[in-house]
Each structure stands twice: as C-alpha cells, then as structure tokens.
C-alpha cells in the first residue's frame, strides 16, 4: 500500500535520509511575516544566523547577543517581534539552578519563519564553562518545575496550571527542541492556540514527566505539517498530545508511559489524540498504562477507559507501523479511521487490543501480534474489537481465561454487521470459549491456524451462536 503523503524521502540536518510526509500543501499560498514594533533592550540590527540567548535572569547587557549578555527568559515574547525568519533562540538554564520553577504563561510565541528559514527555539543547559548543551535523554534533570496545584499523596491527580509555551496567531514554520520538564497543567507544556492554521512544526527532544499534557491544541486551530520525534514521558493524566485538526503529520520514536496515574473518568487519559485529519504517519511508538477507573468505580460504570492512539471519525488516510500498545484500560489502538494500516504492531494486556470502526474495504492490519486481552468488572476483553471492516494478514491473536479473540460490536452505522477477513497467522483462546462474541458480524478465514487447525471457510456469528456459510 502506497500512500504519496507519507512516502517522500527528504534529508535531515546531520544528512540521515527519513520519511516524512509531504509538504505539498504547506507551500501553497503561504508567506510568513511579522510586522510588530521592535521590542525595547534588542540589538535591532542581529543578523538571523546570530542566536539570542537567554538564561533564567538574564546577565550583562540583557540584550541576548551572546551568554555574557544573555536577556532573561521572560523576554522571550519581546525579542519575538524582533527576530527574523532563519532565527534561533536558544533558551538555558544553569547547571548549577535547575529546575527553575515557573507559573503562568512564560513565552507568547508569534513569530513565523517560511518554509526554507524557519525559526528555531531551542531548551538546553548552561554551564560553568559556558557551553550550551541539550539533554540526552528521559534520566536527564529536568531543567523547569511547574509550581502550583501540587497533588498530595491521597489526592486525585490535579491538572491546572497555564502553559509554559503558548503558539499563537502568526506561528508557522517553527523547530522546537527540548526541554526536559517535571509537572505541567492539562492545557500542556506547549499549547496551539492560533485559532486558525499553522503549518509546518517540528518538536524533538521533549522529556516530560508528570503531567495533564505536554501538548495541547485548541479549539479552532489547524495544524498543517507536524512532526514529533524522539520525545519520551512518564506519567500522563490526560495524555501526551491532543489535536483537533491535523494533516500531513508524521509521529517518529516516542516512549510514552502514563505510568497508571489515574484521574478518573472526568479526566481520560487518551496518550495520543487526533479528532480530524488525514496522512498520518506513527513509526515505533511505545504507548503504555493508561487505565481510569476512579470515577467508573464511584458511579457503579463498567466501563473502564484509557487509551494509546485515539483517531476520530473525521480522520482518514493513516499509517501505523513498529508501535506497541500494553495495560490499557479500552483500546490500544482506537481507530475510527477510514483507510488505515497497520503493520508490525503489538498488544498486550489491553482491554481491547485493536479497535477498528470504519466499513472503508482497504483497512488493513498485517503481521501484528495481539496478545493476552485484560477482562474489567463484567467487561470482557478481546484482541480484536470491529464495528467495520478489516483485513489480516499474517498475524496472531492470543486470547486468554474465557474471552474471545474477536468481539464485534456497534458503529455509527448500526444497519451494517462487521466484517473481518484473516489471511494465515493463528488464532489461539480456550477450547470451550467461542471465536467471536458481542454484535453480530462476518469472519472469513483463510488457511489460518486456529487452535493449531489450519482452517478456511466464512462464518456468520449471529450475536449468540456461530453458523458456517
């Protein structure tokens, strides 16, 4: 399956080929500027290859042209309306004074570059000989502490508190790298707030640890053009990340770990987000332990909820590939989507491995492995759960206790059964426990081993008993 979005080789800086996906719309009828007054304590005439710096307080001159000279952080906004596309902003903390608590917004960002300068903000450390550094990893300290709504050992997770970064109307073609960061609100770390379209991002380097969400969007804004790469967190109420529109986005290294914060019903953890879009690209993806069930217990529900990659209906045109779901309270993989494949995927110890929910006839899963479903008070698992339609090929399901391998259920459309065609790979559940449960729906098998039988043929499960057809 080819899809032209998200097969386009380009080069990265260090010169390492990747796959992206395309930036053809970005580069229509688009022109970045900002016409803003210059901002008081800025060398108005910094070339864009000459970075300001900036460090907690600020030293010297605070006119950000070198570290001795280095402006305090909470200039960032004013040296915004000054910089040039091609800028870079290179934001430190001392070595010897981490982490530098913050409350409240501390950049409004609305400073666009174009498609071949962008501008660049950049998170790292500064120390005693005057280098500039970025961490290396999820161990590394962390650089910022959100101060406020501090949650007590017996308490509900809080997720209040401001952004640290705020991109808002006139933020476009921007590299974001870092920082290392412990505590931010539900809003996020980062928050999408141009209530319009902003195209071409990247964030890289991000190493979060207990928070409501690192990056948040806003109702209204569009992201066109997004990539997020080699970030990790640990310890998530509501999740990594969450977009309301998105499109030729592309999702690369990410060890994301709710790590079983619990903030109940009200509060889901969905790891990552996406309610409209298409030409969406996940590549070797870690998503584990998100499970709500403080609420579900308090109004007697049994649904538990918590899920890894969440793609609404509106979404379409998605590839998944090399990620892993586990310890999920619903789905692993909650997919809506018209048109999406996965390839090279696992589940295990999920409520739901894989969720598919759209009829569109090339929705695929191949050589994935789904494994070990959890059953919630009178809420039975299952590797696979489809309200639409789906092919396999190669893959393999392992069911445990009493559940069934495949649970149909009910989508949008409740006129249409689902359907799912298996292509080889094995199936394997207790001998007295049924292949299919829930809805009724269609399973069509072909040479695949079920229970070690090599068997074929087309079966219709009527919502209580299976019959050959």
Partial sequence: ??????????????????????????????????????????????????????????????????????????????????????????????????????????IEWGLAGTPEEPVTLNFGTFNDTGEFAQPGGPDAPAQFLMLGNETGPEERPDVGGDPHVVFDRGSSHIRVSGPVF????????????????????????????????????????????????????????????????????????????????????????????????????????RLAKAVNMLAAEERGSTYIQGDGLVLEEDTRDVRIENCHASDMGDGGFDLKTENVYLRNCTTTRCK?????????????????????????????????????????RDCEMAAVDEMSPIRFGEGQDKSRDGIVKIQGGTITHAEDVRLATGSAGTIELENVMVNGVETSGRYHWNGWWMRSL
Avoid at 57 to 86: H, K, M, Y
Wanted: hydrophobic letters at 35%; aromatic letters at 8%; one cysteine or more.
């Fill in 1 to 106: 399956m080819t899809n032209p979005y998200l097969s386009k080789s380009v080069s990265t800086r260090s010169g390492r080929q990747t796959t992206r996906p395309s930036r053809r719309q970005l580069l229509q009828g688009f022109l970045a500027s900002v016409a803003l007054p210059p901002a008081w304590g800025i060398a108005q005439t910094t070339p864009p290859d000459a970075p300001f710096h900036f460090l907690p307080a600020g030293q010297g001159q605070r006119d950000g042209s070198d570290w001795e000279n280095a402006a305090a952080l909470d200039q960032i906004t004013e040296f915004v309306s000054d910089a040039q596309p091609g800028q870079t902003f290179l934001c430190a903390v001392d070595d010897n004074t981490m982490p530098v608590g913050w409350s409240g917004p501390q």
């Fill in 352 to 392: 739901l491995g894989i969720r598919i929910w759209s009829h569109h006839p090339d929705n695929l899963i191949e050589n994935c492995r789904m494994t070990e479903p959890v059953r919630r008070p009178r809420n039975d698992g299952s590797c696979l759960w489809v309200a639409g339609n789906v092919t396999l």
């Fill in 182 to 285: 412990d505590r931010a609100g539900g809003n996020g770390f980062f928050n999408l707030d141009v209530r319009g379209t902003l195209q071409d991002i990247a964030f890289s380097g991000i190493h979060a640890r207990n928070v409501g969400r690192v990056i948040e969007t806003e109702d209204g804004t569009v992201v066109q053009g997004l990539t997020v790469t080699d970030c990790t967190a640990l310890g998530m109420i509501r999740g990594f990340a969450r977009f309301r529109d998105l499109s030729e986005a592309e999702f690369r290294d990410l060890d994301l770990d709710a790590d079983f914060v619990d903030g109940g019903g009200g509060m889901v953890c969905q790891i990552i987000s996406v309610s409209k879009g298409h030409d969406l690209y996940f590549n070797n993806l």
